[in-house]
C-alpha cells in the first residue's frame, strides 16, 4: 500500500510554491557568491546555522560552487571526505567539515 499525499487547500499549495520558489532563489544567489569569492566557506556555514534553506543545499552543489573546482573535482573531494552525495550541508558532521575545509581552503 502506497502512502497517500496529504490534501492541500489551493492557497496552502501556492503559498509552498512560492516558498520554493524563494528558497531556490536564495540557494542560486549563495551559490553565485560563492563563485564569486564573496562568500567564504566559514561564512557558507554559518550562514547555514542560521538560514534553514541554506542548510538544506547538498553539499556537492557548494563544492562544485568554489573557482576552479568542477564535478570531477568535488565528486574526488566528496570521496575523499567520504561524504556521500546526497548529503546537504546541514548534515555533515565535524569531521566532513574539516575534510572539506582541509580540501578547499589553500
Given at each position: ?33 560563492i ?5 567564504s566557506l ?13 542548510a ?8 562544485s ?5 568542477g ?24 569531521k ?11
Amino acid at each position: 500500500m502506497s502512502p497517500v499525499p496529504p490534501s492541500l487547500t489551493h492557497e496552502q499549495r501556492v503559498a509552498a510554491s512560492k516558498a520554493a520558489v524563494a528558497n531556490r532563489r536564495r540557494r542560486a544567489e549563495v551559490k553565485r557568491r560563492i563563485k564569486s569569492g564573496e562568500l567564504s566557506l566559514e561564512e557558507l556555514f554559518a550562514l547555514a546555522d542560521q538560514e534553514v534553506c541554506v542548510a538544506q543545499m547538498r553539499a556537492f552543489d557548494l563544492i562544485s560552487a568554489l573557482p576552479a573546482i568542477g564535478e570531477v573535482k568535488a565528486a574526488r573531494i566528496m570521496e575523499q571526505g567520504s561524504i556521500a552525495q546526497s548529503r546537504r550541508i546541514r548534515g555533515l558532521g565535524p569531521k566532513q567539515r574539516e575534510a572539506l575545509f582541509h580540501a578547499l581552503v589553500r
